[in-house]
Every structure is written in C-alpha cells, then in structure tokens.
C-alpha cells in the first residue's frame, strides 16, 4: 500500500506539473491582454465622460488624453496627443494632457521587449517566441516606465486604437441618434456630420457614446494621415516660455520645509557620527536626520539638514560636523578599475552575444594578410541634469504624498510605500516634467531620502534638494569601459575576420539590486549593445563581454551602452577602411549588402555633407540604435591643439517620423549632449572618491561651442522607433573619425584629446 501511495502521489505531482504546463502553454498562445481599458474607470467631473482608460471627453468637446510616460525635454507628451488626435479627427487644440493613477495597461511592453539579446538580423523561430512572451510578461508586469527610447514605440498601437475606438463610438452614437448607417456619418474637428445636414460635436454625443457598440475598429492607413507625419509645434513651450510649467522643484504644499544633504564622500562609506547641536541653533534649521537606514538596499548613506528655508539649510549642512567611516573602497581609483577590466579580458573569455563562422581559424589561415589590433576606453560620466537632483514628500498620517520629477512613477511609488511602511495605494504621486532625465531619474534614490527625511517631520512635507556638488559626485554612473578588436582583411581588403572583447560593470544588475532588492546575474544585454548588433556582414565575427563587479554604483545614461560602443566600433571600422586603403563610406558600403536602410541613411548623409571647407576634414560614423539608424558627418578642424566642431549632418531612419521638427530637436539635443561627453566628460576616482564637482571640472558644450546641425529625415513606412537616444552614439566616432583624417592621429580613448 505504501509503495502504491507513493505511486500515486507522484502521479499526482506531475499531472500538476502537466496541467500547470498546459495552461503556460495555453497562456503562451493567448495574445498580451487588452490595453484600452484600466482597472478603475478615469475619474470624471462636470458632465465629463470616459470613453476608455485612455480618454475622457468634456461636454464642451474637450479631449483629456493620459500622459503615461515622462516629459523630459523629449517631446513626448506631443507625440502622444498627436496619435490620440490623428485617430479621433479631433485638433490639437482640442487636447488636453492629464496625469492619472498607475495602471498596467500603462505599462511599458517595449522597452523590455528590446532588452532580449538577440541579434537585429535574426529571424528565428526562438527570438519570435521569446519577443511574443516578453510582451505578454511584461503586459502582466504593468511596469510604468520613461526610458529606453521607447515611448512612441511602445504607445503607437494602443493610443491610436484607444483614439479609433473612441471615434467609432461617437459615429455609431451618432448613427443610432440619427437612425441612419454609421459608415454615412464623418467626423472632422470633433463634429461628427451627415449628408441630411444633421450635425453633433463630441461633446453633446459623449455620454451616448459610452454605451454604444462601435462593432469593428479600423485604424487609419498612413496616407490618410492629417497630422502624423506634420512638423507641429510642441504643446508644452508656452508653459515653460511664460514660466507655468510646473517641474518636480517647483512643489510648494502649504507648510513645506526644505533639506539639504551631505553623502559619503567615499563609495560605499558610512556615517560614523555627527554633531546636530552645533547646527541646531542656527536660523531656520528645525532638525538633523540621519536617512542611512534607507539607503541599506539602494542609495548613499548621509545626514540631511531641515530648516525653513533651502538657503537656511544649506548654509548649516555646510557647518555640520560629520565624521565617516571610509569603509573597503578607500583605495579605489580610476588606475585600479581600469587595471582590473585590463585583467579581466587577459583572462576571461566573457559571454559571446554574437558568433558566425570561424575567427580563430580564419585568423590563422593564409587568406588574411593584414592583420589589426587595438584598445579603446571610455570613462565613467555623470548625468548632469539641469533640474537639480530633487523630491518633496510628506508622510501624514498613514499616508505618503510625493512630488518629484521621475521617469519610473510606479517604482518610486513602491518604494516610498516601503520606506514608509505603508501600502501602496497610500502613496498619492504627484507627476510633473523633468527638467532632464537622461537615465537619471530612472533611479529612486532621491525618493527613499525624502521620504526617510519626512517620516521625522511630524506631518510637514519636506523638499529635499541636492547641491549641484552633491549631484556630480554622487551620481550612478555611465560605466567605465574596455574594449579590445581583432580583425583580418584579405588581400583585396574584405574583412574577413572580426573578434571584439570589451568589459564594464553591469548597470541592470545593480538596479536590480536597488530597485527589487534582488541581485541580479547572467548576461547583460546593454554592455555589449552596440557591438554585437552590428549590420556590418562579416563572414566571421565574434563579439563577446565580460562583466566586471563594480564598486562604483552605474545607472542607465543617454543611449546606455551604445553611448560608447558605437564609439569603439565605429572607430575601429574607420581603421580597417583605412588599413585596406579604401574610403571609409566604400568600406562600410561593402559591408551592407543586406541592408539597403543603412546604406540610403549613410549615403544621405555624405551627400548633403559635401566636401569640408579648407583646413576641416570629415568624419563618418553609422549606428543602429533602439530601432533608429542614424549616420552622421561631423565637420571637424584643429585650432591651437584643441577639437573644435562646426556642422554636423545627421541623417536618421526612425521609422514612420511623427512629428519631424520634433525628431530634428532630438538630433540637436543629441549632438550637443554627445559632444559633451566626447570631448569633456569624465569621471575620474581617487582614494574611493569620486574627484569631479561641479561644472568647472566637469565640463559640458557652451553655446559658442555649439555646432550647426541639419537633420535628414528618411521617408520610411516602418512603425516608428526609438528619436531620444540614437543621435548620441554616432558623434565621438565621427568626431574621432575627422580628427585621424586631419592630423594622423588615431584616438582611442574617450574624452578625445590630441597628444
């Protein structure tokens, strides 16, 4: 009997597992869940009606449209009032943007979909599954999300489809109002007309609207477009001209305090003790908090001053008496982090993302006679955001109130309710633009600090700013890099044989870490992007990484790791065309058969850059990133030593352009940020602190440094990609590229500077 139980116990289990496995499948099979509608209904006020989780109309035709992702200068918010617009015949006058509560339908799908590290020209069966469930974990997952360059991306289908579902139950209200064929009725303007002369706004067939069957959506096809595709003015410049844009900074609850912050000066380090009584008798100041125990599992250990005013604050945070416990990364540089990539690629093999035919064998065949290595380097950067670093909350009564500028509204929404010790629908988040983002505000870390501060003010909200000095040297940083190359060309100058090692820190795994709580492991797609996603058709390539443990806390920077592995690639590319004594646009050329897109995109771009004025030379660099295809020619010259930057012709296949003036604003933000970073940012380590502090050693482009960009965008029926981040990666490489053509001189390591 024993032996029988067993038996049929261990049927049971794995009819379990058969069933749990069946109904995976099943799940599997079944598309991502609907995304029109939320949870909770839209709230609505003076006659308003919500048509879907994404749109309320008012009785006077206003249309209040969701605005799920961050405003950082991007243009965003535009964008997505513009799909909305297009598909409900509505103006954009007509449009009105709205803040609303998290809900999973306003999760970002995209961008986790473009985390999976598969290779662009891959069409497999395994990428196809793997990007299917992606979409349908991440639907479940409902992680609110501004990053990646995957708004637009991500929010094409649903906003368009919640505008079209919104039309057609206008038009059937209509239809059934009028007793007539709904596909008689048309709308324009938010009036919806018919040939017997009949005739309704929105507005006055709203609240009919909402109970009709609209039966089968149609969405528009791109040639029927009337405002996709138009160079329409941003809807949110007159706010920030006149000074009514409100950003994270600009909170004011009644009865607010201000803080400011002091962090450990060392990685890592800790508060060993403080005098709060020399402070406490000065103007304004009410108290000192100690928030180190909400930074254990994300952030810096600190001491933060209140007081009534920020000035107030500051003035005592600066007289305040801290004494720190150094801790193990007292010793740390930027010479002992670089030395440890330097040993990790002399040893590690690393994790291939990429590999076809045989580079070792090629290498050692008689086919190849010529033969090139190199090393390039990049270094740690900081982001830098205008808005200085900030959050106010306020902890009352079992209650959290957050404002602050960010660009994950859920997570920070988790993790104040965890600091808080309170649930998460006791978190009210007040959202407001960003004054810069550039993967800054992907963190919480500002939230955890408020939130810790405002538990110790007796119900009085409490805005905490960080100092510009604070910001710099206490950042999550753009990773250091390493990256080596080995290549072999034949006898004509076809590259055969291509090898590239590089090797940073991992940024996902320590944000898993501080996001989550977990640690994260395994491959890291955004260290090798970049390199292992190349067009460029090699008939022997490998391309591997090798994740390095960083002391230094990384986070996500403008473009991720595309921002320096375009730099290595595209340089390294450059030395082969010349190595083979072939013109760098030939060269790439025979290296994009198969891709006529990157082809049409270069070409547009060398033809408008013509030829260089006298004593400039050209710059070539093409990269793919985040779905956008961007060459770049920079106009370079020499000037007592030092890189100077005159034009710079950007040409970019990003898909259907919704709006392209503000796809060209993309491309300057790009250039301008990327220059920057190509030939001033570092961050460099010494003694476990971080050296850099404010803008005079941490310098970016001024206006009178600023170079003429003209953006080329390519006509293009592909759902729209990626615009924020793909303008940054090509310009170090073109830069670099133009440099070599000018003196000789081959830069390998970032920022650029001549010997």
Not at 156 to 179: C, D, I, V
Not at 228 to 243: A, E, F, H, M, N
Not at 305 to 333: C, H, R
Not at 523 to 543: L, R, S, V
Request: charged share 20%.
């Amino acid at each position: 009997m024993a032996e029988l139980k067993k038996k049929s116990r261990r049927r049971f289990v794995l009819g379990g597992v058969g069933l749990a496995g069946a109904l995976m499948v099943g799940w599997g099979f079944m598309p991502p869940r609907q995304r029109q509608n939320a949870n909770q209904p839209l709230p609505v006020h003076d006659g308003e009606v919500a048509l879907n989780g994404w749109i309320k109309i008012a009785t006077d035709g206003t249309v209040s449209v969701v605005m799920h992702r961050s405003e950082m200068g991007q243009g965003i918010h535009t964008a997505l009032q513009m799909l909305v617009a297009e598909e409900l015949d509505v103006p954009m006058s007509m449009i009105k943007p709205i803040y609303v509560s998290a809900d999973k339908i306003y999760g970002n799908l995209a961008v986790l979909a473009d985390g999976l590290p598969f290779h662009p020209d891959d069409t497999g069966s395994l990428k196809r599954v793997a990007h299917w469930m992606t979409l349908k974990f991440a639907r479940e997952l409902g992680v609110q999300m501004t990053g990646g360059s995957s708004s637009l991306k991500d929010a094409w289908q649903p906003m368009r489809e919640a505008g079209a579902t919104a039309r057609a139950m206008l038009l059937a209200a209509a239809a059934k109002k009028w007793n007539v064929p709904a596909d008689q009725c048309k709308t324009q303007d938010g009036v919806i007309t018919h040939a017997s002369g009949k005739r309704a706004t929105y507005g006055a067939l709203a609240a009919e609207a909402v109970h009709s069957q609209p039966g089968e959506i149609h969405l528009k096809n791109p040639q029927d477009f009337k405002l996709i595709g138009k160079p329409l003015p941003r809807t949110d410049v007159s706010g920030k001209v006149d000074g009514t844009a409100l950003f994270g900074i600009d909170a004011r609850p009644a009865g607010m305090l201000y803080a400011a912050l002091k962090q450990s000066p060392v990685i890592g380090g800790r508060v060993k003790q403080f005098d709060a009584g020399h402070v406490l008798g000065l103007p304004g100041v009410t108290q000192v908090v100690d928030f180190s125990a909400a930074a254990d599992s994300a952030g810096v250990a600190g001491v933060a001053v209140v007081a009534k005013s920020y000035w107030q604050a500051k003035l005592a945070m600066d007289q305040l008496p801290i004494t720190w416990e150094a801790g193990v990364n007292a010793s740390l540089s930027t010479e002992s982090i670089f030395r440890e990539l330097a040993k990790q690629l002399d040893t590690e093999s690393g994790f291939a993302y990429y590999k076809t035919g045989d580079v070792a064998e090629v290498m050692a065949g008689k086919q190849i006679v010529k033969t090139l290595t190199a090393e390039y380097r990049a270094p740690f950067l900081a982001h830098a955001t205008m808005e200085p670093i900030n959050c106010t909350a306020q902890v009352k009564d079992g209650k959290v109130n957050l404002w602050v500028s960010t660009q994950i509204p859920g997570i920070s929404v988790d993790i104040a309710a965890k600091v808080a010790g309170v649930k998460a629908e006791d978190v009210s988040l007040h959202m407001a633009y960003l004054g810069g983002g550039f993967g800054r505000r992907l963190e919480a870390d500002m939230v955890m600090q408020a939130v810790s501060i405002a538990m110790q003010t007796k119900g009085a909200p409490v805005q905490l700013i960080w100092s510009r000095e604070e910001d710099i040297s206490h950042d999550m940083y753009r990773p250091a890099a390493l990256a080596r190359f080995n290549a072999g060309l034949d006898s004509s100058g076809k590259l055969l044989a291509y090898e590239n090692k590089s090797a940073s820190g991992s940024i996902t795994h320590q944000i898993l870490k501080r996001a989550f709580g977990f640690a994260g492991a395994g491959p890291d797609k955004t260290t090798a992007e970049g390199e292992f996603d190349m067009p460029y058709e090699i008939p022997h390539q490998k391309i591997a990484h090798v994740i390095v443990p960083s002391a230094v806390p990384l986070g996500f920077w403008r473009s991720v790791g595309h921002s320096h592995n375009a730099f290595f690639k595209e340089s390294f590319i450059d030395e082969l065309a010349h190595a083979a004594k072939k013109d760098p646009v030939v060269f790439r050329r025979e290296l994009l058969v198969r891709h006529p897109r990157h082809v049409a995109v270069m070409d547009a771009a060398v033809a408008k850059a013509g030829k260089p004025a006298t004593g400039r030379a050209h710059g070539l660099a093409l990269h793919e990133s985040f779905g956008t295809i961007v060459a770049q020619v920079a106009e370079v010259s020499v000037q007592d030593g030092q890189i100077r930057v005159h034009k710079v012709i950007c040409a970019v296949d990003c898909g259907i352009a919704v709006n392209p003036n503000i796809i060209a604003q993309q491309m300057e933000s790009a250039v301008v940020f990327g220059l920057s970073a190509a030939l001033y940012g570092e961050i460099t380590i010494k003694d476990g602190q971080v050296k850099q502090r404010n803008f005079n050693d941490y310098a970016v482009l001024r206006m009178n440094e600023a170079p003429e960009v003209e953006t080329i965008i390519i006509k293009s029926a592909e759902p729209p990609q990626g615009i924020g981040e793909p303008g940054v990666p090509p310009i170090a490489p073109a830069v670099a590229n133009a440099v070599f053509s000018l003196t000789g001189q081959r830069l390998r390591s970032l920022p650029l500077k001549l010997s």
